[in-house]
Structures are given as C-alpha cells and as structure tokens.
C-alpha cells in the first residue's frame, strides 16, 4: 500500500539553494496577476459567471461549459457568480482572509441554485460544489482567523442543496450520471446519453467530501457507484475509452488517452485512495496506471490509443495532459514526471503558451485547435515536482510561465485567453479556473507556507480538502520499503497528500513501465 508523507528534500540543501528574495519576488508579481483578474472581475462582471476582460463585461457561461454547440442555453439565468466561488480558496492561501469572509458573507445571503439553468455535471461538480465545500472547510478552520460566530455553516447548506440537486443526474440503469442536469427542475426530457470518463469518474472527492461532512451517504454512494461501474467496464488491457452511453453502458469512443474526457479519472482513483483510504481506490488506480504506461506512452510523451487492442490512435499532446506530471510526482514516479514535464515546458517555449492540441507526428499545432485558455496544468505540475525535488529549475519554469501570461494573456481589463498562439490574438474571456487554480499554483511555487503542518489534496479543480483520519475508514497497512531509511511509526494517524514534499513511494520501470515496486514511509501525527 502507498502512503504519501513529508520527506527531507531529495538534495543536499547547499545544492538546491536558490534566492529567496527572487522567490519573494516572484509570489508578488503572482498576487498581483490574481488582484488584477479578481478586481476586474469583482468591478465589471460580479455576481455574473466569469469576466470578459477585452470588453469589460461579462457572461454567464456556467450553461455553456462543455457545451460545445451552446444547446438549451437558459433565457433568465443571471449568473451564479461562479468566479467569486472559484476564487475562495485562493484567498485563503494568499492570506487575504477579510476579502474571502466578505465573500462567504455574500453567498450566504444571496446564491440561490433554484434556477432554469443546464449544467454540466462534471463542471458544476469540480468548480461549483468543489469550490463550496472547500471554502466551507477553510471557513471553520481557526487558523484562518474568521471572526467568531460570523459563519454559521451557509456554504455547506449551499453545497448540500446543490448536492441534492445532483442526485437525479443518477438515476439510470447503469448508475451512469447523465452529463446534464437542470439546476432547477432535474433531467430534461429527450436529454442525452453519452457522457465521457472523465464525466462520470471525477466526483467522487467532492461528493464524498459531501457525504462526510453532512454525515449523509447518498452522495459518496451515487458517485461510487458509478466509478466503480466506469471501472467494470474496462477492457482486458486495463485501458478505457473517452465516451460512452450511460443508459446502455456501451462505449462510444473506444479510442482514450490521458488528456481531455479522461484526464482526471485517473486523477480520482488516486487522490480517493489519499482522502478516504479505501484500498479499492489503489487497486484500480495501480492497475489503470501500468495500464497507462505501458500502451499509452511513447519515451516522454503519451499518445492515444484503442482500449480494445492497445495499438496508437492519435499522436498528438493536448494540454490537459500537462496534469500528468503533477499525479506522477504524488505516485512518486518522479523521473517519468520530470521527463514529460520537459516536453511540455519546451513546447510552452516554443509558442510563448502551451497550444490546446500540438500533433506530435507533425511537430506543428493543431489547424483548428490553437487557443490557449490561460490553463493551468503545467504550472501545477511544476509545482509538484518543485515540492518533491527543490529543483531551482523549476522556479525558472515558474518564473517563465509568469512571464509569459504577463506578456501575453494580460489587458487592461483582467486577462485574455489566446485565440491563436501562432498570432496571439487574445479573446474575451477570463475563465474561472484562471483565478482557482492558475495563480494559485504559481503561487503555492514561490510560497508553500500555506502548506506548513497541513495535509490537503486538490481537486482537479485546485481546491484543498484535508486529508483527515476521521474520513478514512481504515487506514492501509505499511510496508518498510528495503530501499528507503524510513521507519515505521506507531499508531499512525493520517497520510500525507501534500505538506512540503512528498515521499517517492512507487518506482517505475522506466523503459516499459510494467513493473511498479510498492515502497513507503511512516505517516507522521500532524
């Protein structure tokens, strides 16, 4: 069984030394990136969804998330003031705990979800009840010096009640959640079967954190069981398509990688196994990970390939995969990580930004697919592996990346997403995920003290949820790996997902990725 814990630094500390006051620095210029789109945001588009920084105005987008060809948009849906939402966590971790209190206060008193309004499940799932729950955790933290007596649990009321309007997404028979939901009046009639993996096996950490902290199943139960249905429908390969039909159960797409439609399943399977502690959660992700490295990778890149057979599909990187990095740093496949992570930050250079679709086989971007919508992915990869190695190398990545958004993606009303990054025509949007996971992962970069004596995981979405021992059913057993110095503890508490570092606890045949070697080191009381 793997457990993640605090780990000394992987090089001596005279090596790894880098300029504090450029760390200092650069946390700075990443404040000063968030309060430009937060106030921007704030002035010219709240409590509507996200900013349109070009025009200064708005839109209210959280119907037209994943809703490529803007089907069933609502006529009277005003907003659900999704950026401010996104935005809580962030707050808290740049310190700025009387902007996030004003924040809770105002949802309290004015967001309401009885609204006429089509969402995306997996997108209201990850930045709408994720955010929620998140903010309600950090809302009865003491450390983040609330005033007394001020909140009084609204955002876990909120999230409850969105929750519950989940639920008849579920009720299929398969236990496959449909893709869409009305807000207001459930499943639309004539509504559409097909959903991806990632749509109906990225809910389990939100909905399960739901569950434990109202002391209700439904939740956690409605999301498990479709994972774990997601999970019996994998080939003989250990590999699965993109999407599928949640009536029927059948596969649509039998071609999948580890970019867009899948991305964060895998995502799920480990950082369940982190947050709740269920040995099922490792079984599958273990499986699904050799399964992954061993079809789907080419030397540093992943393409595509057909679940059925194993054999490439498409040879492209896309930058959702710049996630992968980042899930392998807490599996501690360090050297895998660090390989991809430098193709990534090549291509990054190359353009200025990281191009939504790049054609490997072609070394050209992709005709159609040229934008860049101020992602985050590889930022929070260089994050993790910063935390595990203390490379300053990774701080120049981080130091680029800043540079390039700055030079970039910022206008004077907030900042723009990019069009085309072979012209970098900017476009009007400032998507939410800029504020909660963009700058926050830059930030965490040059300043982790948020982290000090604290466990969390981040949801794919970048919001914290501690890792407790009251929301594990049973802690794993521990195993003294022949290969580490650790030592076992007694008694021990909890795992740890992300404190300062983390501990290398499964290495990886790099060639052909068929073998992992199960290793760990003692969890630690705090």
């Known amino acids: 069984m793997l457990l993640l814990v ?23 210029k990443v404040r000063k990136m968030f309060y430009h789109a937060y106030e921007n945001y704030m002035t010219h588009a709240f409590p509507h969804d ?7 105005s708005f ?7 994943g809703n490529l060809k803007l089907e069933h948009l609502p006529q009277n849906y005003n907003g659900t003031a999704l950026t401010l939402i996104e935005s809580l966590s962030s707050l808290v971790i740049l310190g700025n705990y009387t902007e996030f209190e004003r924040a809770v206060l105002w949802l309290s ?3 309401s979800f009885d609204v006429d309004a089509r969402v995306n499940l997996f997108e209201g799932n990850i930045r709408v009840l994720g955010g929620l729950v998140s903010a309600h955790i950090l809302a009865t933290d003491s450390m983040n010096r609330l005033i007394q007596g001020s909140y009084k649990n609204q955002l876990l009321d909120l999230a409850k009640d969105l929750g519950q309007r989940f639920l008849p997404a579920f009720d299929t028979p398969t236990g496959l959640p449909y893709a869409w939901i009305n807000l207001k009046y459930g499943l639309m009639k004539n509504e559409t079967t097909e959903t991806s993996t990632s749509g109906c096996g990225s809910l389990i950490l939100e909905m399960g954190a739901l569950s434990r902290l109202t002391g209700d199943p439904k939740y956690e139960s409605a999301s498990l069981r479709a994972l774990r249905k997601l999970w019996s429908m994998r080939s003989s390969l250990n590999l699965l398509g993109t999407t599928l039909d949640v009536e029927t159960g059948e596969w649509i797409e039998h071609s999948s990688g580890i970019g867009a439609g899948v991305d964060s399943f895998y995502e799920y399977l480990f950082k369940a196994h ?23 990778r080419h030397g540093p890149w992943y393409h595509e390939a057909d679940m059925r057979t194993g054999k490439a599909t498409y040879w492209q990187l896309t930058s959702l995969q710049a996630f992968w990095p980042g899930l392998q740093v807490l599996v501690g496949d360090i050297e895998a990580a660090n390989s991809s992570h430098r193709e990534f930050v090549h291509v990054w250079k190359k353009f200025g930004v990281l191009p939504e679709r790049y054609l490997l086989d072609h070394q050209m971007v992709h005709p159609t697919e040229k934008y860049y919508p101020l992602r985050p992915e590889l930022a929070e990869s260089t994050f993790y592996l910063y935390q595990a190695t203390k490379d300053p190398w990774y701080i120049e990545v981080g130091e680029a990346i800043v540079d390039s958004l700055n030079l970039y993606t910022k206008v004077e009303g907030g900042f723009a997403s990019i069009r085309d990054v072979t012209t970098m025509q900017t476009e009007d949007h400032q998507h939410s995920f800029f504020l909660a996971e963009t700058c926050k992962y830059l930030y965490l970069l040059f300043d982790d003290s948020f982290l000090v004596d604290r466990n969390y995981i981040f949801t794919t979405e970048g919001h914290p949820l501690p890792v407790l ?7 794993p057993e521990i195993y003294i790996p022949s290969n580490r110095t650790c030592v076992k503890k007694e008694k021990p508490k909890r795992a740890s997902a992300m404190s300062l570092q983390v501990c290398p606890a499964l290495s990886l045949n ?7 070697v199960e290793s760990a080191c003692h969890i630690p009381d705090a």
């Open 6 to 28: 605090i780990f000394p630094s992987l090089f001596d500390p005279s090596l790894s030394h880098f300029d504090s006051a450029k760390k200092k620095q650069m946390r700075e």
């Open 50 to 56: 996200e900013l349109k920084p070009l025009t200064r």
């Open 59 to 65: 839109t209210d987008s959280l119907c037209e998330l």
């Open 109 to 111: 008193e004015n967001l």
């Open 274 to 296: 982190i947050l709740f502690g269920k040995e099922d959660f490792w079984r599958m992700f273990h499986s699904a990970y050799l399964a992954v490295q061993k079809y789907f």
């Open 469 to 475: 021992s009251a929301w594990h059913e049973r802690l």
């Open 510 to 516: 790099s060639r052909h990725g068929e073998q992992l």
